[in-house]
Structures are given as C-alpha cells and as structure tokens.
C-alpha cells in the first residue's frame, strides 16, 4: 500500500511560478511510475504529467508542455512539479498518483491507469 501526500499549492499571480511535492510513503518507491492529475468543478480530471521509476522517461500535456517539469527524488520519495509561467486556466485542484508500472507510456494520461491517489493541493493563478 502507498500513501501520497501533496503540498506546494497556493495562490500565485499569471506568470509566476509554485512547486509542487508529493511525498510518498511505504517501500519501494523507485518501482512505481508517478503522475499528477488536476481538476476544477467545471472538467473531469484531466492528465497533467508523468514520470516513470527511473526518472529517465516522461510525458506531458500538450497545454503544460515546456512550462510544466515533472522530475523525482527516490531517496525521498518524493515526486516533484515545477509550474513556470502559470495561467489562469491552470487554477485547479492538483493530484499525485502512483502506478504499479515502472514506465510509463501514453496510457498514463488516463486517470484509470493509476492505483494509488493523493487528497489534492489546490492551486490559484490570478489574472
């Protein structure tokens, strides 16, 4: 069983920039691909960005594509998500989440792949 727990959100105004973290808990973090996920009350639950075990393969949306950086540190246990040039339209709730895959491909922009959930950081860009 893994537990995720997410911190790092607040309010920052269009432009700027948050980092968010996601500590894990329980053994063997290096073996679970890692993603984050957000939501407004407006849309489902939408793919942010995912990194596999290693750290050496990822992917993106294309809307946070080179402003967005997913990155990792197994000896923490610790998934990371560097937000620059933030926009209004990236207000929302943001998730952790973890797969029992070590990779991660393009099925891991679907929330059905992940098995394991945070309770979510919210984040408010200001225009």
């Known amino acids: 069983q893994v537990q995720l727990a997410e911190s790092g959100g607040g309010l920052v105004q269009a432009g700027g920039s948050l980092r968010l973290s996601c500590a894990a808990s329980?053994?063997?973090?290096?073996?679970?691909?890692m993603g984050w996920f957000r939501q407004t009350p407006e849309k489902e639950r939408e793919f942010v960005a995912a990194i596999g075990g290693r750290g050496t393969d990822s992917l993106y949306a294309d809307s946070v594509k080179g402003r967005f950086t997913i990155s990792r540190d197994n000896a923490k246990n610790t998934v990371y998500l560097q937000m620059n040039s933030l926009k209004p339209e990236d207000t929302a709730v943001y998730y952790c989440?973890?797969?029992?895959?070590?990779?991660?491909?393009?099925?891991?922009?679907?929330?059905?792949?992940?098995?394991?959930w945070g309770q979510g950081t919210q984040v408010t860009v200001s225009s």
């Open positions: 329980g053994r063997s973090f290096a073996a679970y691909g």
């Open positions: 989440a973890g797969t029992v895959f070590g990779y991660v491909d393009s099925r891991h922009q679907s929330r059905e792949e992940y098995d394991y």
